[in-house]
């Protein structure tokens, strides 16, 4: 049971670059999200979404895509890296009233 | 709007001692959760304790226990004989039933040998 595991752990980007965060839970949850984690600003819920085919907007959501084609996977996409962009990323999914979190994967956009 | 404020940055404590970390929080609904998590330097989010509200006893896990005032709208940890490895940042989060969760902004707290 590997819970939820995201990719890459790092990546450092260019101004204007694109990509795709990796999500994926084996628990057969409904619920997934994606934070981002500043310093001083706890996290703060990007995207997330409810089943398979619904998703929505969180406090933070824009420069930022999801789609969630399978329970399973939560991509997030960048569309255009910014600095502001730079940040930690968590991932989670969640079932009752308890959240589990993907290791995490700390971006830095030059 | 849910909102959920700690209002200690950083806090450190001897080791073996005891420490307790401040959270509030403002929610109109009578149906959520509490939490404390835990994020040592590895960065994983390692849940700690959890409060339902409709219960009035106030939840422990080992060292960790919480003072749950409803009514204050207070959530505090307390770790009972710190240890080195309690060295981490800590986050306060709440849910209200069938919403998202809100996270406090972290207190940063050191064991100190």
């Known amino acids: 049971n590997a819970g939820v595991t995201q990719t890459p752990k790092f990546q450092v980007l260019k101004t204007g670059q694109s990509m795709t965060l990796q999500c994926a839970q084996d628990m057969n949850h409904e619920y997934m999200s994606w934070y981002r984690q500043d310093p001083g600003m706890g996290l703060r819920l990007i995207h997330y979404?409810?089943?398979?085919?619904?998703?929505d907007q969180g406090e933070v959501p824009n420069g930022y895509n999801v789609s969630r084609s399978t329970t399973e996977d939560f991509p997030l996409r960048l569309l255009s890296a910014a600095p502001s962009q730079t940040s930690v990323y968590f991932c989670?999914?969640?079932?009752?009233?308890?959240?589990?979190f993907g290791p995490g994967t700390r971006l830095t956009v030059t | 709007a849910q909102t959920v404020t700690q209002s200690q940055p950083e806090m450190s404590v001897q080791e073996a001692e005891t420490v307790t970390l401040s959270c509030t929080y403002d929610?109109?609904?009578?149906?959520?959760?509490l939490f404390w998590y835990k994020q040592p330097p590895s960065r994983q989010m390692i849940l700690v304790i959890r409060q339902e509200a409709y219960k009035q006893q106030n939840a422990t896990e080992n060292r960790f226990s919480v003072n749950f005032q409803k009514a204050a709208k207070s959530f505090s940890l307390k770790i009972s004989d710190s240890q080195l490895g309690d060295t981490a940042m800590y986050f306060c989060a709440s849910i209200n039933y069938g919403q998202n969760f809100v996270f406090g902004p972290g207190t940063r707290l050191s064991v100190l040998p």
């Open positions: 979404s409810v089943g398979a085919g619904i998703t």
């Open positions: 929610t109109s609904e009578n149906n959520y959760y």
């Open positions: 989670a999914s969640r079932a009752l009233g308890e959240q589990y």
